[in-house]
């Protein structure tokens, strides 16, 4: 990557988990790492969100949560779903992502499954420079789609992940995604998808 987006993954993946006690424990560290990023369009939706976060009751912050991510599967942050929905081919795909955490030395210590959004991100945060995160990348091939669903439920975490999907989108259409590539890469039927 031309610039390192480690120390962004990481709070990106923190601020899409459940907000619970240890998740407020961390916004201030959260604020820490954002404020001595570089100005750019992830350092202004995360410090817009931060913001927000300050605005809302605890309370207020499940319940937005909850309805955003636990309701309704047209937006679950299991990506796959998004593609495929649940059949054979997601299955295929989840056990390849399981491989891609086992060969680069990462444990998933929650019960989420591979394909979970805040996991994602916390991988490509802390993976070897050298560990190939293709197959990671194509989880996000929907997620445009999927920010736009997201604007029903949550604007504001629309807007913490609108610099993803832009960067999700540049990914995909570089060169190490060539069509020979993703063929190679992808289950059959790539273009099933959920339809919410």
């Known amino acids: 990557m031309k610039k390192n987006l480690s120390h962004i993954f990481k709070v990106l993946s923190v601020l899409l988990c459940y907000p619970d006690d240890d998740y407020l424990s961390q916004i ?22 931060l913001d927000y976060i300050k605005t809302q009751s ?24 998004h593609i495929w929905g649940d059949n054979e081919k997601r299955a295929g795909m989840l056990t390849r992502l399981q491989q891609v955490y086992q060969n680069a030395g990462y444990e998933r210590i929650s019960g989420e499954l591979p394909d979970h959004l805040p996991l994602l991100l916390e991988f490509l945060s802390v993976c070897p420079k050298d560990t190939d995160v293709r197959l990671i990348w194509q989880c996000f091939q929907k997620f445009d789609t999927y920010i736009d669903r997201l604007k029903q439920t949550s604007p504001a975490h629309s807007a913490l992940l609108q610099p993803l999907a832009d960067t999700a989108v540049k990914r995909l259409q570089s060169e190490e995604f060539s069509p020979r590539q993703k063929t190679a890469a992808l289950p059959e039927n790539q273009n099933q998808r959920f339809q919410g």
Do not use: G, W
């Open 28 to 49: 201030k560290e959260m604020e820490a790492i954002a404020a001595d990023m570089p100005p750019d369009e992830f350092k202004n939706s995360i410090q817009a969100f």
């Open 58 to 81: 605890t309370v207020q912050l499940r319940e937005i949560y909850t309805a955003a991510f636990d309701v309704s599967p047209a937006t679950t942050m299991n990506l796959t779903y």
